[in-house]
């Protein structure tokens, strides 16, 4: 059996649906984002990109790349091992510590992605609680669903962001079930956020453990940081945490924080932290020194808020549409994966402009798009010229503004 041809024809059905996904060759330029090089046929362009989910540029930032090159220098570039081995480090135990203290909590754990620090705690949760259920909001991150599927635990899917469908579902349950409410903060691709005092006060009612997704808010959102839950004033009210170093913290990595003993649980009997090579300490000690930056400093919030409002304002201007919500995510519907390609290619090609077509299934079929995440290094000539690009682009292509 020729396993390359099978292989070959899903993806020419990819390719054939427009679904097919094509990675630009781009060099970040340290110091300099969101300039990056593009590597095209053996040519060298500089673009802006317009979206990295780096949202405050804190991968650039120089005291971070300052305490990863120390770190590298004292400690070496890996961890050795699993931290069940040979793995764990100081600097693990100094970044756990660090964001226990940014959410309030009493302990964190550190995985090696945002993906996995999700499966692997859903997983565990739902596989370890006898007659676990778990009720998932329907517009959560694939990482949650793998996670919740891999605990062949009760899943019951309410409503996005839909309260009374949650209380609902809630309510039929057995009173004596070990209940988790697992839902998101911002929703990525949308850019909405969750009503998650009404979520948790629900919860509380009926005895559920409350799990939030704050990868897409923390750095952003909060005094000094906390994700939504800070902003609002819950975090002592959401039993577990879970976040990313990879976003807004401008490193790589994924967290859960909770109680000690719920953080225990999670480290003796989750695999996907048993099983993996832990962090290399340079990355641990580059996040804790970005997580402890933007505790006190408001400048790079203030900036991303402003130039996501600025952006707004000139795609209003112009008659461009975007979904409209509460968060830093500026989402544009094309509503046609080929066209939301063509589109990409363009402001590319004759506009050094790059934003990556977001297509299914990260989205769902007909609501294909391109989304945008302003941040603070922006500049304002930066969001001219895009919206310069978009206006321009949108005439050349026919695309009608109904459509998006």
Not at 57 to 63: E, K
Not at 309 to 319: F, S, T
Request: charged share 20%; glycine share 8%.
């Amino acid at each position: 059996m020729n396993f390359d041809t099978l292989f070959q024809a899903q993806i020419d059905t990819l390719k054939n649906d427009g679904n097919y996904r094509y990675f630009a060759e781009l060099e970040r330029k340290a110091g300099k984002f969101p300039k990056a090089t593009n590597h095209l046929n053996g040519e060298q362009r500089d673009v802006t990109v317009w979206c990295s989910n780096d949202y405050l540029g804190m991968g650039q930032h120089p005291a971070v790349i300052a305490a990863m090159c120390e770190a590298v220098n004292r400690t070496g570039t890996g961890a050795g091992g699993t931290r069940n081995i040979s793995g764990t480090n100081h600097d693990h135990l100094l970044l756990e510590r660090e964001l226990a203290d940014l959410h309030g909590k009493e302990a964190a754990l550190i995985f090696t992605s945002g993906y996995i620090s999700n499966w692997a705690t859903l997983a565990t949760l739902g596989s370890r609680l006898e007659n676990c259920v778990i009720l998932s909001d329907a517009g959560n991150h694939a990482s949650m669903i793998e996670g919740i599927r891999h605990s062949r635990a009760h899943k019951v899917i309410w409503k996005h962001n839909d309260v009374h469908d949650l209380e609902m579902k809630l309510r039929a349950l057995p009173e004596e079930y070990p209940k988790i409410v697992a839902f998101e903060s911002v929703y990525s691709m949308d850019g909405d956020i969750a009503p998650i005092e009404a979520i948790v006060e629900i919860a509380e009612k009926y005895g559920a453990m409350t799990y939030i997704d704050e990868v897409h808010a923390v750095g952003m959102y909060g005094p000094r940081g906390g994700g939504v839950t800070e902003e609002l004033g819950l975090t002592n009210r959401i039993t577990l945490i879970e976040g990313t170093l990879g976003k807004a913290f401008g490193c790589v990595g994924g967290y859960i924080t909770g109680s000690k003993v719920l953080c225990d649980f999670i480290r003796s009997f989750a695999s996907g932290f048993i099983f993996t090579t832990a962090l290399p300490p340079a990355v641990a000690a580059a996040a804790r020194t970005s997580i402890a930056h933007l505790k006190v400093s408001q400048s790079e919030r203030a900036g991303q808020r402003c130039q996501v409002a600025r952006l707004r304002a000139a795609l209003d201007h112009h008659g461009i549409p975007y979904m409209a919500n509460d968060s830093h995510i500026v989402p544009v519907i094309i509503g046609d994966p080929v066209k939301t390609k063509m589109l990409a290619d363009y402001l590319m090609l004759e506009w050094d402009i790059y934003v990556q077509p977001i297509n299914y299934p990260t989205v769902p079929k007909g609501t294909e798009r391109l989304r945008f995440t302003p941040s603070p290094l922006h500049s304002d000539d930066d969001i001219d010229h895009l919206v310069n690009a978009l206006k321009t682009l949108w005439k050349q292509c026919a695309i009608a503004h109904a459509v998006a």
